[in-house]
């Protein structure tokens, strides 16, 4: 399945993406983790516990990932958070 968060990726953790953006006619809103079209705790909580994972790791997640750099940091954590609330 060609999952509508593997269309766009965020390389800069400065950027100011923020809100949605369609791609192909799929709603893609970054951070969304769960595809409910919300940034929610269920999506912090996601990645948090994916925290310090790296593309090497058992227990790696490219949905987690979501500043694209090979590794679930704070960066990743951040970004989620600081669109926490938005809504579709």
Request: proline share 5%.
């Amino acid at each position: 399945k060609d999952l509508p968060y593997a269309k766009l990726k965020i390389t800069d953790p400065s950027s100011e993406f923020f809100g949605t953006r369609t791609i192909s006619g799929q709603l893609v809103i970054p951070g969304d983790t769960n595809l409910d079209y919300k940034i929610d705790i269920r999506d912090i909580s996601f990645i948090a516990r994916l925290f310090g994972s790296t593309e090497n790791s058992p227990n790696w997640n490219e949905t987690a990932d979501i500043i694209t750099d090979g590794q679930i940091c704070i960066k990743d954590v951040s970004y989620v958070a600081k669109n926490f609330g938005f809504m579709a």
